[in-house]
């Protein structure tokens, strides 16, 4: 009898999986996606993600703002994120999705105008994951589907110079869409509207960004100045690489709609307050609100507070501005802007790598990052004070560096990674450090790495000293 019964199930279960994959397949469901979509996709999900990564951990790290709750990420226990601070899966799956962007426009002739793009944006974010992390998976990533599900970290040096990596994609792009002949324009394209002369000059400005990253451990002087004499590059805020929030849904800032006390852990960091109040600078007001006990006041605190052993009050403190929350139409997404390039520029012309006015870019750079913030420069902001180019004998490398960290206010983690290239603005030791006093210089692995891809996560994890968080990167010999 139980034999029969093991008969009848046996051969239920076989025919169950007779044409399993044909009774099983929605007939609804779309079986490919077209490259203009997931472009789209791409640029408004690391848009997105990424800019609330910056409010909600970029800008604790970067010493922008502190978190007076929920915070042990800001102080310091980066193996515990909890508001934010866990890029990796972002970065990962739109590394993947860029990559079937990237499939089908080298295969398919009709989608190759894709192939300029894809490349920007992959080397965009490589650069992203590699910054904040180290050596990572990058070669081997992504090819599950040729069965490998355990890839090697490469490590940072390659990443950025090696064949395939940041800086040769960027070169290969700007050939792609130079020589870019077809019909088919380029659809989906959230960032400048499918011109493919403003995807070039976005290539060029990520150029001089990487090259100057790396610019500690190699001789980039050549290369540089080859694209500051050919002038391709981001010049004006009207070719920024940038796409806007609205105020309202779907596509507003994600801020905009976390509940009132989420949005009231993030207040004004010391930090900030004093490099604001000793420039004089109106974009105090942008960035902040006054305090709610003295409304002309704006109030910082010491970044890593401990909420067990201080009695903090919100009313005492500056908030966030209201531009990321009541009115984000005004805020962007940003990738790439015309005041970053020149601030860039102007480093490496005070550093000699490139022949050029170290003075005018700086000026330029500062007068669009305040047209960037909707804010009018006072007449004297370049002319006296600590902001004017080398005045009253200014460190000219902190003065450029400082205005690019004020201006990359929630650019993801941009503002910390530049601070561990070039030690700019001083940061500060903060209350309550849950990492004996140190500034992280690296995001650790997260823990999944170690379940998922466990021997290429302990070869990298020695490698930096059991996935230190104070464990250099190759670039950063500061």
């Not at 011109?195 to 500690?216: C, Q, T, V």
């Not at 962007?332 to 005041?339: I, K, L, P, S």
């Not at 990674?417 to 990492?435: D, Q, V």
């Amino acid at each position: 009898m139980k034999y029969k019964y093991c008969l009848i199930l046996l051969t239920s279960l076989l025919s169950c999986t007779t044409n399993f994959e044909e009774l099983n397949t929605n007939p609804d469901a779309p079986i490919d996606v077209q490259p203009s979509l997931l472009l789209r996709q791409v640029i408004f999900d690391y848009g997105e993600q990424m800019s609330y990564e910056g409010f909600v951990a970029g800008n604790l790290l970067g010493q922008y703002f502190t978190a007076i709750d929920f915070n042990l990420f800001d102080r310091h226990s980066l193996t515990e994120p909890q508001v934010g601070g866990n890029p990796w899966p972002v970065l990962y799956t739109n590394l993947r999705d860029n990559e079937i962007i990237l499939d089908k426009a080298r295969t398919n002739a009709t989608f190759s105008v894709y192939e300029g793009p894809a490349l920007i944006m992959k080397a965009y974010m490589a650069a992203a994951l590699t910054d904040m992390f180290g050596d990572v998976p990058y070669t081997e990533a992504l090819k599950g589907k040729e069965g490998i599900v355990s890839p090697v970290y490469d490590e940072q040096q390659s990443i950025y110079t090696g064949l395939d990596g940041i800086l040769d994609n960027l070169e290969k792009a700007v050939s792609a869409l130079e020589n870019y002949e077809g019909a088919t324009p380029l659809e989906g394209d959230i960032l400048f509207g499918g011109d493919l002369n403003k995807w070039i000059a976005f290539a060029n400005s990520l150029r001089i960004k990487y090259l100057m990253r790396i610019s500690g451990q190699l001789d980039v002087s050549n290369d540089l100045q080859a694209i500051y004499d050919e002038g391709r590059y981001i010049s004006s805020n009207a070719e920024n690489a940038v796409f806007d929030f609205t105020n309202t849904e779907p596509n507003n800032f994600r801020i905009a709609t976390a509940r009132t006390g989420d949005f009231n852990l993030f207040i004004m960091s010391e930090t900030i307050e004093e490099i604001l109040k000793e420039f004089n600078d109106p974009r105090i007001a942008v960035f902040f609100r006054p305090t709610a006990n003295e409304p002309d006041a704006f109030a910082g605190l010491l970044n890593g507070p401990d909420a067990s052993q201080l009695s903090i009050s919100v009313a005492d403190y500056s908030l966030t501005g209201t531009i990321f929350r009541e009115r984000t139409g005004d805020l962007d997404a940003n990738f790439m802007t015309a005041w970053e390039t020149h601030f860039l520029l102007a480093e490496a012309a005070e550093r000699g790598l490139i022949n050029a006015d170290a003075k005018m870019l700086y000026d330029m750079g500062v007068r669009q990052a305040f047209e960037y913030w909707l804010t009018e420069m006072p007449e004297d902001y370049l002319l006296e004070g600590p902001a004017a180019y080398g005045a009253d004998g200014q460190d000219k490398i902190e003065q450029i560096i400082t205005q690019k960290w004020l201006a990359n206010i929630i650019n993801g983690y941009e503002g910390w990674i530049e601070y561990r290239r070039t030690g700019f603005p001083e940061l500060k030791t903060i209350s309550a450090s849950l990492n004996n006093d140190l500034i992280p210089v690296r995001l650790p692995y997260p823990t999944d790495e170690d379940a998922l891809n466990n021997e290429n996560f302990t070869k990298a994890a020695k490698a930096t000293r059991g996935n230190s968080v104070n464990a250099k990167v190759w670039w950063d010999t500061n």
